[in-house]
């Protein structure tokens, strides 16, 4: 009998997802809570409409699907932080329909909110950026305080979708002030951190550091990092690059360790060029979002899962092609002419990124309808996932 694999959320990465596995002549089942990407697949064998990801209305909705459509013993692969959480606290009753590579709560809540993981990395002895918890708006503002400061959530996504803003800025204690009553009045400030905004000198853009482990060791790891991203700075890549990036695994290993991971993980740094050190960010439990560029590199980790899972040799390659870019056009395009014309990108600077071999986000000629779709839907998936 051959299992298949459920992809949960289908926009760009679960699109990547669903050509590895096919490819691969693994079926495919896509699960979206709106219109996507993936669907529209020469791999994809079966789209359905989900209930909202971060609700345990998702766990049920699978155990239904798998007894109509047969998926019993097939891998659930999710693209998406809140299904991460929702199968992470159903697990028992999802692991027992389902093969999961997601880990449980024990893992989750350690990593997803980020205080426990800042805590966790500063009693590692990890690099952390200087960070500050703000429970009330009236708290004083500490004076060694250094300016420009970020304020985000302690759960991203929740903080993304009340305030509709990865992150905010603050270049002085007044409008740090007005920022903090501003959340106080959506979310509370006690679900926020706030930390100095790591200088950019030109070089240090935010590195992806992904791996595949198991009981708590790496068995392998493929790193890129942002070329471009919206918004800038602090948002999703439209750009990106891999590279060598020896210097996070370290790092990396010592939190893979403490938690006993298993399972797929990207951890994201940013180099510090005050200290020189590489300061950890976030740690997410899934693919991201240019997942494909690590398989065109040579590490296919959505195979890698289901092989796993499934009991099946896997080969876990101990190198991979760097200086290979990944741009999905759409995004990328957009939002470097609105840094033109902004003054913070030169366009000699813009044409000149394109040098080298590169991959696109979406398009290709084996699997060509989704390229169209995502033209088509660009403005329908914007409105609808903000």
């Known amino acids: 009998m051959t299992y298949g694999a459920v992809i949960i959320e289908g926009h760009v990465q679960g699109l990547s ?60 692969l999710p693209s998406n932080d809140h299904a991460v959480y929702t199968i992470a606290r159903n697990r028992d009753a999802l692991g027992s329909v389902f093969k999961l590579i997601t880990p449980g709560t024990d893992v989750i809540d350690l990593i997803y909110n980020k205080k426990n993981l800042l805590d966790m990395a500063t009693e590692l002895g990890v690099a952390i950026p200087t960070t500050f918890y703000f429970n009330r708006t009236d708290e004083k503002i500490p004076a060694d305080l250094k300016f420009p400061v970020i304020t985000r959530g302690r759960f991203g996504l929740s903080f993304f979708k009340a305030m509709k803003a990865k992150a905010l800025m603050a270049e002085t204690t007044e409008e740090l002030r007005e920022q903090l009553s501003h959340i106080d009045r959506v979310i509370g400030p006690d679900k926020t951190l706030t930390q100095t905004v790591i200088s950019f ?68 740094y940013i180099r510090d060029p005050t200290d020189n050190n590489y300061k950890l960010i976030e740690i997410n439990a899934r693919t991201w979002l240019w997942v494909g560029l690590a398989k065109a590199c040579g590490v296919d980790y959505a195979l890698m899962a289901y092989r796993y899972v499934n009991g099946l040799e896997n080969t876990f390659p101990d190198d991979y092609v760097k200086g290979v870019k990944w741009i999905n056009y759409l995004t990328d395009t957009w939002f470097s002419l609105g840094a033109m014309f902004s003054g913070r990108m030169k366009p000699g600077e813009y044409f000149t990124s394109f040098k080298g071999k590169r991959i696109p986000a979406v398009f290709s000629w084996r699997d060509i309808i989704p390229s169209f779709a995502l033209v088509l839907l660009s403005f329908y998936i914007a409105r609808k996932r903000r």
């Not at 992904?210 to 800038?232: M, N, Q, S, V, Y």
């Open 17 to 76: 997802n669903t050509r590895a596995l096919g490819e691969a002549g693994i079926p495919v089942v896509v699960v979206d809570m709106t219109n996507c990407l993936a669907r529209y697949s020469r791999y994809c064998t079966g789209f359905f409409y989900s209930p909202p990801f971060d609700s345990d209305d998702l766990a049920l909705f699978l155990l239904d699907l798998a007894r109509r459509e047969g998926l019993e013993g097939w891998l659930l």
């Open 201 to 268: 000198d030109g070089t240090n853009r935010t590195v992806s550091f992904t791996a595949f482990c198991t009981d708590g060791e790496i068995r392998c790891w493929w790193a890129g990092r942002k070329l471009r991203e919206h918004p800038w700075r602090f948002g999703t890549a439209t750009y990106a690059e891999s590279i060598e990036c020896e210097e996070c695994l370290e790092s990396t290993t010592r939190l893979i360790r403490k938690l006993n991971y298993c399972g797929i993980c990207e951890v994201e």
